[in-house]
């Protein structure tokens, strides 16, 4: 079987799609799978839209060769897809791991509505109109479709996707080597409070400082960049001087910050199904999250970490202090769970189903 994988993302470009693709690349061939990949970057460079239809036609001439495509997102790459598989008459299946309207409804046309309510929700801006449609045709034309938490499939069934039309498969660790250790990092005073994702509203990354703040001694260390930056730097400047910002790494130096962290904060008030949470429990982690999404389908309280209630400030500070009591120490059923071999396979079990 042959499947082309069609990603926004691909090593060494950071992010959730870009480690998901570079598993099944490495191990599609060992369920009679072979993968072609076909990556968004190769076409970044035109302008926009013109991009577009360039990927497009890079993948309607690959899926030719091929029986399936199995796109990684559904609106930037998906529709490109979508489009490509028509004329080609070939089947897609679309990965989705969040609602890609809210998000940039937030970032970009003052959305300010949590996921749950926004899906719900039939007034909003003309662009963010235009993006639902976008996401929910794709979804809707695809012959399966793939979310990694169960909490996911709601929000999908909640477009008009057909539920039976969806698999939840969750996503895995990867098994990618540990790299170095910033000097930076390496050299603030311990323990080290680790949180790591896009400095955007929904990660609450004010929170984390906030919460920082009551710590007697140690250092918070905060992975990523974002629009929000220039704003969190200033803050914590004035309120916890002992923050520091690596800005974006790469994702084996991501991984050496969080294998050093003594506690993982994620303070998001909407996750789908956290990369960072697997990477967290599978190296043993005391983790703290919140307890929204995706994040109870991995966090056991008291077993794998800590939910604590959305925007409760003094919850997470508390948390926060329990955590660094606790040692380190790697579940064996969460390695299990969370294993590349066992996403492939289900993956490659639904999609041999399908041809």
């Not at 929700?121 to 235009?130: A, F, M, Q, T, Y």
């Not at 800005?247 to 990369?275: C, I, K």
Request: glycine content about 6%; hydrophobic content about 45%.
């Amino acid at each position: 079987m042959r499947v082309v994988i069609a990603t926004p993302l691909y090593p060494p470009e950071p992010g959730g799609p870009a480690t998901y693709a570079s598993i099944l690349m490495e191990l599609l061939v060992r369920e009679a799978v072979t993968p072609i990949l076909v990556k968004f970057y190769e076409v970044r460079h035109l302008p926009k839209v013109v991009r577009h239809f360039a990927y497009a036609w890079n993948v309607f001439t690959t899926a030719k060769q091929a029986d399936l495509v199995l796109v990684l997102d559904p609106v930037s790459t998906g529709l490109p897809v979508a489009l490509a598989c028509m004329l080609a008459r070939k089947p897609y299946v679309v990965k989705i791991v969040g609602d890609y309207a809210w998000e940039q409804g937030v970032q970009r046309y003052g959305i300010t509505d949590t996921l749950d309510t926004f899906i719900e929700k039939k007034r909003v801006p003309l662009p963010v109109i235009l993006l639902r449609l976008v996401q929910t045709f794709v979804a809707k034309h695809a012959k399966a479709v793939i979310v990694p938490s169960e909490y996911l499939k709601t929000v999908v069934t909640a477009w008009g996707v057909f539920h039976g039309t969806i698999s939840v498969i969750h996503n895995a660790m990867h098994s990618e080597t540990i790299g170095t250790l910033p000097h930076e990092v390496a050299t603030l005073p311990y323990p080290h409070v680790v949180s790591i994702g896009r400095l955007v509203p929904w990660k609450n990354m004010r929170g984390v400082i906030d919460a920082a703040t009551t710590l007697s001694h140690g250092s918070l260390i905060i992975v990523g960049d974002g629009p929000e930056r220039a704003e969190l730097t200033e803050y914590a400047g004035t309120v916890f001087p002992h923050t520091s910002f690596t800005g974006p790494l790469s994702h084996p130096d991501t991984l050496a910050v969080l294998a050093d962290a003594q506690v993982f904060v994620l303070n998001s008030s909407y996750e789908g199904f956290s990369h960072l949470l697997v990477e967290a429990v599978s190296l043993g982690i005391p983790t703290v999250a919140t307890d929204v999404g995706g994040n109870k389908e991995i966090i056991r309280t008291d077993a794998d970490g800590t939910l604590v209630p959305l925007g409760d400030a003094h919850a997470l500070a508390e948390a926060i202090e329990r955590a660094l009591k606790r040692k380190k120490t790697r579940p064996e059923d969460a390695i299990v769970r969370f294993a590349p071999k066992t996403m492939v396979r289900k993956t490659a079990e639904l999609l041999k189903s399908l041809v």
